[in-house]
């Protein structure tokens, strides 16, 4: 067992491209740690460096308290699941999942027994003589995290491992490696684009954008408090809504956009704001639809079941989204009045994006 | 009685007198060979009408320098314009088996060594020319009549030959007349040309000496082999009648070799390679010439034009110190002490029998072989022709180009000229010689053994192709006189 | 008259022009042009070795001579001789063109400065038109030549003779056909190996890394298992056309000295062209095709067995 200290990490390749700019991270032991960020963003990168496919331009990293920075990837204690799985392909899914012991020289009566005890745990006793390309895709996303923990690595890193997967299965497998998690009790640095498998699956995230980390919080945290106007809308589905305006202060506050304006009281909105040209982040479920507040249009209706999503417009091709409960029914061309819920409003900076408090 | 007896007399008179004048005009006029060719031709392109006649000689590229200036004089004579087509001696023999199956008639005089003849008569490309012989009246005096029945086979006239092109031996006389005393000394004669097989490997014997050598007052800094000779694939077969001193086979075909006379042969053919230079199994005339010219051995056994290239040649060493000698004798099958000197290559010319004017194609023959315009290509700087009748030996040209003691030689050697096997198939019976000749000097056989492969081997052949037409061409071409020997008595 | 040609066209183009006609008018080429270059000459080749015929004597008297020709193949020592010997000069050659090609490859396909250029002069051997390579060869091979003086520091340290006998001697000439074979080849599976070190996944390696694995186990274990195919494909290949040397065999020795040097092929080619034997040639190459057919098969067989793997594995 072991943790992640990341110390200004930095990887430049050649002069000009810097694919992670000075990354400083603390993975605790057992902990379930998911870097996200849209494609570029650094993440792999970041993950290649602590793997030992790449070697950092500067910084430091340590697994435990050894610094690991000149070590060979199988020098780490680590294991790594990819992103398209890596299954030999000339050999059977017992010899993949021996693999690891096989280099070392184990002997053969141990590496049977630890195979086959490994392959138990991961339901896949059956498929032992087949090749890989004889599973289906949920059968070889087990045998390669079984090639993997059969080592017992005390950090086990993944990079998108189930980006090949269709959505059903992808679904499940999450559940799959949280309970995994749960049982092996190592440090888990899990690397993914989609906000989704961040959010239901990690101990806490990392957020990167062009190489900068974003912000590093749980899940919820992020989800509540997203530190800029990238991190906001990078989580939560629908995409919050951003709208361009200035917060006023004419008595009580007020928020002026080109299309309506809106009054709160003084405590929904952060003092640093005033008078300032600002971008408001309103998640979509804290968009109210109701008979107060600015008039609008409906212009489409998208029902998920549940809830009932609602597009509209003050007059312009700029749609706003709310979540509503799904026995309110809505058509297009209602006219309605919205307003946003105080604790659900978020002011990021135009310039810089950065949440005002 | 006597007026009827009278009358069938004048009768006959003029019949007799009508036929020979009509004989006399069937021979074309002409006081010399190459006249009635030219005047043959002449008439020929008259009687047919040609309006600018043209035909194509298959030439063996080796004379690309020197025949093509006869084709245009023959031009300026007749009016035919003769092409050439070359190829390499050894690629030629397919060029007319191929004739054979396409009959396109694309050459009309084929220039190629004697042994095609027979393939290629079998398979119908060659054209008799006996009949054209009658009108053009050709001749051939002055040549040895082993060289003569080479021209033809099963009885008719196929190829009229301008090339005395039997082995012969060339000794280096600068290093025999150092080494003379010391040899005189040890053998009781003065070092000159061996009188057999036996005593050339004896001199080869003395004289082959080692790089770095001091003898005779003669320091040596290369090797100086005691001989060199013909001795790989393709060459073996054109030197071996030499050492077997008699026919190859019996009247009905059965192979000779495999018997005292012919494991004799087998033996001297191979054990004079000791005293050759190591490589000699894989060299042919491209590179046995210059290792001659270059000094590095005392005798080369070779076709003819070894000594001119050696004398002639910028690079050479041994300008002006060659000895010419005829081929040495062996104790041949009838026991008797007798030279056999095989003509090795030989060129001359045929006609193709899918010409479309085979008489126009003969009449160039007729010509260019002729006494007076052969001679002329005989003593051709640029030419290989080598001298074969007797009028060289007086022609100043000849002697010029080939010098007197070499003509003088080689047409004594000529008395002793024969062909090689001229029967359907003898390639493949010269290729089955030569491997196991081969075998032997590689010391992977014996010379016994060998003689049992190559009677085993030639067998086979014969049966393949036909034993009552071997033998019936083989006595054909005994009885010519082609091999000198006849069949021994008892067979 | 010109009314009713012009309706015949008119009707042959609509003819033409059915859909079902349409469909099948590739295919028609297809087996034309199959007909026209492969059966025919084979069937002919087929009748021609039934047949008693040397060329010198005229087709019209060739006769039916049943398998006799086969026969008389089979029971030919030099037909045996012959085709060791090609099998053994293929067998070597090929053996060494895929050891070098290999370890060249090895060292080509990493990114290094010049790298291209290097590639570039490896492949230059295989664009030389073998006869030049083979009257280069003859040049190098001269016992006093470029070669032997290369090598003269080696021989004479090991007490050989430095004029070493390339063509002349026995063995000297198999092996100076051997490696000219090999210079010219080798660039051939250089580049077959070079694609397929470029088409190794580079996560597999990476997985292997992980898992501990050292370069020699990551290459054993890994890299070569999935060459496989493109060693398969390069013993294939090269087979193929080092069981028909020929042009090296006639260029640099004629076969000789001796025979040491005469492979299958030159076997073949003086059978029917130097001595006539056209129906037992045409004998002799229908059953050297079945031969050779039959391991190349065996080699496709091998060789498709390896991608069907390697691929399904891809298409995942």
Same mark, same amino acid.
């Given at each position: ?357 | ?491 | ?13 609509? /003819? ?12 028609? =080429?297809? *087996?034309?042009? !199959?007909?026209? @270059? +492969? ?41 045996? /001789? ?12 090929? =053996?060494? *063109?895929?050891? !070098?090609?290999? @370890? +060249? ?212």
């Amino acid at each position: 067992m072991a943790s992640i200290t990341l110390q200004n990490l930095v990887k430049k390749f050649g002069e000009t491209v810097t694919a992670v700019a000075g990354v400083d991270l603390d993975v605790s032991d057992g902990e379930f740690m998911v870097v996200v960020g849209p494609s570029g963003c650094g993440k792999t990168t970041t993950l290649n460096m602590i793997s030992g496919f790449e070697e950092p331009t500067s910084g430091t990293m340590l697994i435990g308290d050894r610094v690991v920075n000149h070590l060979e990837p199988g020098d780490r204690g680590l294991g790594m699941v990819f992103q398209d799985l890596a299954l030999f392909p000339h050999m059977t899914v017992f010899e993949n999942i021996a693999f690891g012991l096989r280099v070392d020289k184990i002997v053969d009566t141990e590496v049977k027994e630890r195979v086959s005890k490994v392959a138990t745990t991961m339901k896949i006793s059956h498929l032992l003589s087949k090749k890989p390309a004889q599973c289906s895709g949920g059968e070889a996303q087990r045998v390669a995290l079984a090639r993997t923990i059969i080592t017992q690595p005390q950090v086990l890193l993944m990079d998108e491992p189930l980006s090949s997967l269709d959505a059903k299965l992808r679904i499940e497998m999450r559940t799959e490696l949280k309970r995994l998690h749960e049982e092996l009790k190592s440090t888990f640095v899990y690397v993914t684009h989609d906000q989704a498998e961040a959010m239901t699956m990690a101990d806490r995230i990392m957020v990167m954008d062009r190489g900068y980390v974003q912000q590093i919080d749980t899940p919820l945290g992020i989800y509540r408090k997203p530190t800029n106007q990238f991190v906001g809308t990078f989580f939560g589905q629908p995409t919050m809504n951003i709208i361009p305006g200035r917060v006023e202060n004419g008595g009580s506050p007020k928020f002026v956009s080109e299309h309506f304006e809106m009054s709160f009281a003084a405590d929904a909105i952060p003092g640093s704001s005033i008078g300032k040209e600002i971008n408001l982040g309103v998640r979509s479920e804290n968009v109210s639809i109701g008979d107060e507040g600015a008039a609008a249009e409906v212009r489409l209706i998208e029902p998920l079941g549940d809830e009932t999503l609602v597009f509209f417009s003050c007059g312009n091709e700029e749609f706003l989204v709310a979540k509503v409960d799904a026995e309110r029914e809505f058509s297009p061309g209602n006219q309605i009045r919205f307003g946003f819920l105080p604790g659900g409003m978020h002011f990021f900076d135009v310039e810089s994006g950065v949440r005002l408090e | 009685m006597k007026r009827i007896f009278l009358a069938t007399l004048i009768l006959m008179g003029i019949t007799v007198f009508v036929a020979s004048t009509a004989i006399a005009a069937m021979v074309h006029p002409g006081k010399t060979v190459e006249e009635r060719a030219i005047n043959g031709a002449k008439a020929y392109i008259k009687k047919h009408n040609l309006k600018k006649p043209k035909q194509t000689m298959l030439l063996i590229s080796l004379f690309k320098n020197s025949q093509p200036k006869y084709l245009r004089q023959w031009k300026k004579l007749t009016g035919v314009e003769m092409g050439s087509i070359q190829y390499g001696y050894t690629d030629i023999p397919a060029k007319i088996m191929a004739e054979a199956v396409a009959k396109t008639g694309q050459y009309d005089v084929i220039n190629h060594f004697p042994y095609v003849i027979p393939d290629a008569v079998g398979a119908g490309t060659l054209q008799p020319l006996d009949a054209y012989m009658a009108k053009g009246k050709p001749d051939f005096t002055g040549i040895d009549s082993g060289l003569l029945a080479q021209q033809s086979y099963k009885g008719k006239t196929y190829w009229f030959i301008l090339d005395g092109d039997h082995i012969a031996l060339f000794l280096r006389s600068d290093v025999m007349k150092a080494a003379a005393k010391e040899y005189k000394a040890k053998f009781g004669k003065a070092p000159g040309c061996p009188d057999t097989m036996a005593e050339w490997e004896q001199m080869a014997k003395f004289f082959h000496t080692k790089k770095g050598q001091t003898r005779w007052g003669m320091k040596f800094k290369q090797p100086l082999y005691g001989a060199q000779a013909y001795r790989s694939i393709n060459f073996s077969y054109r030197h071996f009648p030499a050492y077997m001193g008699g026919l190859l086979f019996d009247k009905n075909m059965n192979p000779l070799i495999n018997s005292p006379n012919g494991i004799r042969a087998i033996k001297e053919f191979t054990s004079i390679v000791k005293y050759m230079p190591p490589d000699v199994q894989g060299w042919g005339t491209p590179q046995l010439y210059p290792h001659w010219g270059s000094g590095r051995a005392f005798s080369f056994m070779s076709f003819p034009s070894a000594m001119g290239y050696a004398n002639r040649n910028p690079k050479s060493k041994i300008k002006g110190h060659q000895l010419a000698c005829p081929v040495p004798a062996v104790k041949g099958a009838s026991g008797k002490m007798v030279r056999r000197a095989p003509q090795a290559a030989g060129t001359g010319y045929m006609v193709n029998a899918h010409s479309k004017h085979p008489e126009l194609a003969y009449y160039f023959i007729q010509w260019f072989t002729g006494p007076t315009q052969g001679d002329i290509a005989i003593a051709d700087p640029a030419g290989f022709w080598d001298p074969m009748r007797m009028s060289n030996l007086t022609n100043k040209a000849v002697l010029a180009k080939h010098t007197e003691p070499f003509v003088k030689m080689t047409m004594k050697n000529a008395k002793n000229a024969i062909s090689l096997l001229m029967i359907e198939g003898n390639y493949e019976y010269f290729n089955v010689l030569d491997k196991n000749m081969a075998q032997v000097m590689q010391g992977n056989i014996s010379a016994e053994q060998a003689a049992k492969n190559v009677e085993k081997g030639w067998n086979r052949i014969t049966d393949d192709i036909g034993r009552k037409e071997q033998i019936k061409a083989w006595r054909a071409s005994v009885a010519s006189g082609a091999y000198i020997d006849k069949f021994a008595p008892t067979n | 008259m010109a009314q009713a040609t012009i309706k015949e066209r008119k009707s042959l183009s609509a /003819w033409l022009a059915q859909e079902k006609v349409f469909r099948l008018i590739p295919f028609i =080429m297809v *087996e034309a042009t !199959f007909l026209l @270059l +492969l059966a025919i000459p084979f069937i002919l080749t087929i009748y021609i070795s039934l047949l008693k015929w040397r060329a010198n004597r005229p087709f019209e008297q060739a006769y039916f001579h049943g398998l006799l020709n086969y026969v008389r193949v089979l029971t030919t020592e030099d037909f045996w /001789w012959a085709l060791g010997r090609t099998f053994y000069f293929a067998g070597t050659a090929v =053996m060494l *063109e895929l050891l !070098f090609g290999f @370890l +060249l490859a090895m060292l080509a396909y990493k990114q290094f400065r010049g790298r291209r250029i290097y590639i570039t002069i490896f492949l230059v051997p295989m664009m030389v038109v073998p006869v030049v390579g083979g009257y280069n060869f003859s040049m190098i091979y001269i016992d006093s030549g470029p070669l032997n003086q290369i090598l003269s520091p080696i021989t004479e340290a090991m007490g050989v003779n430095p004029r070493i006998r390339w063509l002349s001697h026995p063995i000297a000439a198999q092996w100076a056909i051997i490696l000219a074979d090999v210079w010219q080849w080798t660039s051939l599976t250089f580049l077959i190996f070079l694609s397929g070190f470029a088409a190794l996944p580079q996560q597999l390696t990476n997985a292997a890394r992980v898992l501990g694995a050292s370069r020699w186990q990551i290459f054993w274990k890994v890299h070569f298992p999935l060459l496989k195919p493109a060693i398969m494909i390069a013993v294939i290949i090269r087979s193929m056309e080092a069981l028909k040397l020929f042009d090296l065999s006639v260029l640099l020795t004629f076969g000789g000295p001796g025979t040491s040097t005469e492979t299958i092929a030159f076997f073949l080619w003086r059978q029917v062209w130097q001595f006539n034997k056209y129906s037992f040639g045409a004998a002799a190459s229908i059953l050297l095709l079945f031969m050779f057919g039959t391991l190349i098969f065996y080699g496709i067989y091998l060789l498709v067995r390896e991608r069907d793997i390697v691929e399904e594995e891809r298409m995942e």
